[in-house]
């Protein structure tokens, strides 16, 4: 037999040590780049979802209430976490979208972290561990799932894996203390509150017990944890369904049983998306990756530590791709090549190669199908990144024009040119939260001067001026003076104003009081809330100077840069 000398010792030593850090390398050079490229490609103004953070922030919907915005359903989401997340990253940022992708791609990290110490459990602590974990960062940081590192509304889908993983990691076999345990089940209830497909942190959790359960038939199953996570998750679940209305918003659902094919199909597309831009290529790459599944977990079924929580990652990919499928499949199969639903699909990738790994340490059986895992993975991942920069590329150009259009909007913008970003529908709302965004400083108007946006009034009525109508021209003797009355109020928000002033030759303004009790228009709501929406003044001759003025009307809104512009006129003629 022979034996090593110190030499070859310190050399094969020297060799780990380097093969360690290339590793180390390796795994941090994909998490520098996404960086690079959420620096370049996040969005700086608000768009898609994220339209729905300026809605809150202006207060015009979900009743005037934060608290309304926070427990209402997202579409068949209810995302509380995610939605504090966002609101104090609001605040901090003052809505910079690209900052707070920023932080959305550091949860994402803080959960690579945490699969890089799940991967260690599995994998053994070894010179070879940071080596064998460097396909991980490459397959969870892809670029395929570019609307989730570009978006910071998607900060949602980033919590729900971070909690998810922490929360089985945690749970193990169920053979925890108490307070572990209970740690468990309060981050998988973060992870249900934090975007939809946390529901199934619970029952995944359940398949980890029952999966160790089952590969140590002699020791007895932790049922007591058991008991506790299934009460725990099912409290939050019973919470998460009081009062939940799904929206009728991009749902197309369709029956197991009534399109099995069209529900297969979109699972498996939703499977193969990470790895493919094409129905076709996914369908095949999620095949290929169910064929993996099935074959590896039966080797890991008999590893030291059954690839930790490597079967909960399988089985939430898989199940997640059939519940999306059922709520979706109704778009076809195309709609789950979307990048938003990468990142959770990912994570079935990610768990095969947790459990087949370790073959490649030694000469131990499986190493060859490791090897062909290995091959398919790259493949699949150099696909993915080639296709998520091209997506991105194209999401660059259309965030562009939305910057410019918002830069260079005017005073009551023209419909066609919100219609470049919102398309159709009422234009009211877009351009209050437009509006919002610039009289407060926010997202891309951070550090300009506030603007008022203006808009026609249409709920403005002057009475009768000197007698004449509105229309009329009125003529006043140089010391007369003109009388002004009606009523107003800010019409979106149907509350009273904050008050009304006359514009004279659109160079000066003349507040005219505001506040006096209307009982007539009061009866409008039924709570009598436009009681005093009365206004009234007067405006003599000499403070108009001798010749033709034209008056005009401003209502300031509730919000303090919300300005109404009526399209009511007045005409006078001042004698010299």
């Given at each position: 037999m022979d034996v090593p000398v110190a030499g070859e010792v310190e050399g094969a030593e020297a060799r780990h040590r380097a093969l360690r850090t290339a590793g180390i390398v390796l795994s941090a050079s994909p998490a520098l780049a996404v960086l690079l490229f959420v620096g370049k490609f996040a969005t700086r103004v608000p768009v898609d979802?994220?339209?729905?953070?300026?809605?809150?922030?202006?207060?015009?919907?979900?009743?005037?209430?934060?608290?309304?915005?926070?427990?209402?359903?997202?579409?068949?989401?209810?995302?509380?976490?995610?939605?504090?997340?966002?609101?104090?990253?609001?605040?901090?940022?003052?809505?910079?979208?690209?900052?707070?992708?920023?932080?959305?791609?550091?949860?994402?990290?803080?959960?690579?972290?945490?699969?890089?110490?799940a991967f260690a459990r599995a994998a053994g602590r070894?010179?070879?561990?940071?080596?064998?974990?460097?396909?991980?960062?490459?397959?969870?940081?892809?670029?395929?799932?570019?609307?989730?590192?570009?978006?910071?509304?998607?900060?949602?889908?980033h919590l729900c894996l971070l909690a998810s993983v922490a929360a089985w990691l945690l749970l193990g076999d169920g053979r925890v203390s108490g307070c572990r345990v209970a740690a468990a089940i309060t981050l998988a209830v973060v992870a249900l509150f934090s975007f939809g497909s946390g529901v199934l942190a619970g029952p995944v959790g359940l398949v980890q017990l029952v999966w160790h359960r089952a590969?140590?038939?002699?020791?007895?199953?932790?049922?007591?944890?058991?008991?506790?996570?299934?009460?725990?998750?099912?409290?939050?679940?019973?919470?998460?369904?009081?009062?939940?209305?799904?929206?009728?918003?991009?749902?197309?659902?369709?029956?197991?049983?009534?399109?099995?094919?069209?529900?297969?199909?979109?699972?498996?597309?939703?499977?193969?998306?990470?790895?493919?831009?094409?129905?076709?290529?996914?369908?095949?790459?999620?095949?290929a990756l169910l064929a993996f599944m099935v074959i590896i977990l039966f080797r890991a079924f008999h590893q030291e530590e059954g690839g930790g929580i490597a079967v909960s990652l399988m089985a939430f990919a898989v199940a997640n791709s059939f519940a999306i499928g059922l709520r979706r499949a109704g778009y076809g199969a195309e709609h789950a090549l979307n990048s938003r639903y990468v990142?959770?699909?990912?994570?079935?990738?990610?768990?095969?190669?947790?459990?087949?790994?370790?073959?490649?340490?030694?000469?131990?059986r499986g190493s060859v199908f490791a090897w062909m895992y290995l091959a398919f993975i790259a493949a699949g991942s150099v696909s993915g990144w080639a296709a998520g920069l091209r997506q991105a590329q194209?999401?660059?150009?259309?965030?562009?024009?939305?910057?410019?259009?918002?830069?260079?909007?005017?005073?009551?913008?023209?419909?066609?040119?919100?219609?470049?970003?919102?398309?159709?529908?009422?234009?009211?709302?877009?351009?209050?939260?437009?509006?919002?965004?610039?009289?407060?400083?926010?997202?891309?108007?951070?550090?300009?001067?506030?603007?008022?946006?203006?808009?026609?009034?249409?709920?403005?009525?002057?009475?009768?001026?000197?007698?004449?109508?509105?229309?009329?021209?009125?003529?006043?003797?140089?010391?007369?003076?003109?009388?002004?009355?009606?009523?107003?109020?800010?019409?979106?928000?149907?509350?009273?104003?904050?008050?009304?002033?006359?514009?004279?030759?659109?160079?000066?303004?003349?507040?005219?009081?505001?506040g006096l009790a209307r009982g007539d228009i009061a009866k409008r709501t039924p709570d009598n809330r436009l009681l005093r929406v009365g206004f009234t003044g007067r405006i003599s001759a000499e403070t108009l100077g001798p010749g033709a003025h034209d008056i005009r009307f401003r209502v300031l809104g509730v919000d303090d840069c919300l300005v109404y512009d009526p399209a009511v006129r007045v005409s006078v003629l001042v004698e010299r």
């Amino acid at each position: 037999m022979d034996v090593p000398v110190a030499g070859e010792v310190e050399g094969a030593e020297a060799r780990h040590r380097a093969l360690r850090t290339a590793g180390i390398v390796l795994s941090a050079s994909p998490a520098l780049a996404v960086l690079l490229f959420v620096g370049k490609f996040a969005t700086r103004v608000p768009v898609d979802d994220i339209w729905n953070q300026v809605q809150v922030l202006e207060g015009g919907d979900y009743d005037h209430s934060a608290l309304n915005w926070l427990w209402s359903p997202h579409n068949e989401h209810r995302i509380p976490v995610a939605r504090v997340a966002l609101f104090a990253l609001d605040q901090l940022t003052r809505l910079n979208t690209r900052l707070e992708a920023i932080v959305s791609f550091g949860v994402l990290l803080l959960a690579l972290w945490l699969l890089r110490a799940a991967f260690a459990r599995a994998a053994g602590r070894t010179w070879m561990t940071p080596v064998l974990f460097v396909p991980v960062p490459f397959l969870l940081l892809t670029l395929r799932a570019h609307e989730n590192l570009l978006k910071s509304f998607q900060i949602g889908v980033h919590l729900c894996l971070l909690a998810s993983v922490a929360a089985w990691l945690l749970l193990g076999d169920g053979r925890v203390s108490g307070c572990r345990v209970a740690a468990a089940i309060t981050l998988a209830v973060v992870a249900l509150f934090s975007f939809g497909s946390g529901v199934l942190a619970g029952p995944v959790g359940l398949v980890q017990l029952v999966w160790h359960r089952a590969r140590r038939p002699s020791e007895n199953f932790p049922w007591k944890t058991a008991l506790a996570w299934t009460v725990g998750f099912g409290a939050a679940v019973a919470a998460y369904r009081t009062d939940y209305h799904v929206s009728d918003f991009y749902q197309r659902p369709v029956g197991l049983l009534d399109d099995a094919g069209g529900v297969l199909r979109y699972a498996g597309t939703l499977m193969g998306a990470p790895f493919a831009s094409t129905v076709a290529a996914a369908i095949v790459f999620g095949a290929a990756l169910l064929a993996f599944m099935v074959i590896i977990l039966f080797r890991a079924f008999h590893q030291e530590e059954g690839g930790g929580i490597a079967v909960s990652l399988m089985a939430f990919a898989v199940a997640n791709s059939f519940a999306i499928g059922l709520r979706r499949a109704g778009y076809g199969a195309e709609h789950a090549l979307n990048s938003r639903y990468v990142t959770l699909s990912v994570v079935g990738a990610i768990g095969v190669w947790m459990a087949i790994a370790p073959a490649l340490q030694g000469r131990q059986r499986g190493s060859v199908f490791a090897w062909m895992y290995l091959a398919f993975i790259a493949a699949g991942s150099v696909s993915g990144w080639a296709a998520g920069l091209r997506q991105a590329q194209a999401f660059n150009v259309r965030v562009r024009d939305h910057e410019a259009v918002l830069a260079d909007i005017g005073l009551n913008p023209a419909d066609e040119t919100l219609k470049r970003i919102f398309v159709d529908g009422n234009l009211l709302s877009p351009k209050i939260w437009v509006n919002y965004m610039r009289c407060h400083g926010l997202s891309l108007y951070k550090g300009k001067p506030p603007r008022p946006m203006a808009f026609v009034g249409e709920q403005f009525h002057l009475e009768r001026v000197n007698g004449h109508e509105p229309a009329a021209a009125v003529t006043l003797p140089p010391r007369g003076e003109i009388e002004l009355a009606g009523w107003t109020y800010d019409a979106v928000r149907v509350q009273p104003a904050r008050g009304v002033v006359a514009r004279i030759d659109e160079h000066y303004e003349v507040p005219l009081e505001y506040g006096l009790a209307r009982g007539d228009i009061a009866k409008r709501t039924p709570d009598n809330r436009l009681l005093r929406v009365g206004f009234t003044g007067r405006i003599s001759a000499e403070t108009l100077g001798p010749g033709a003025h034209d008056i005009r009307f401003r209502v300031l809104g509730v919000d303090d840069c919300l300005v109404y512009d009526p399209a009511v006129r007045v005409s006078v003629l001042v004698e010299r």
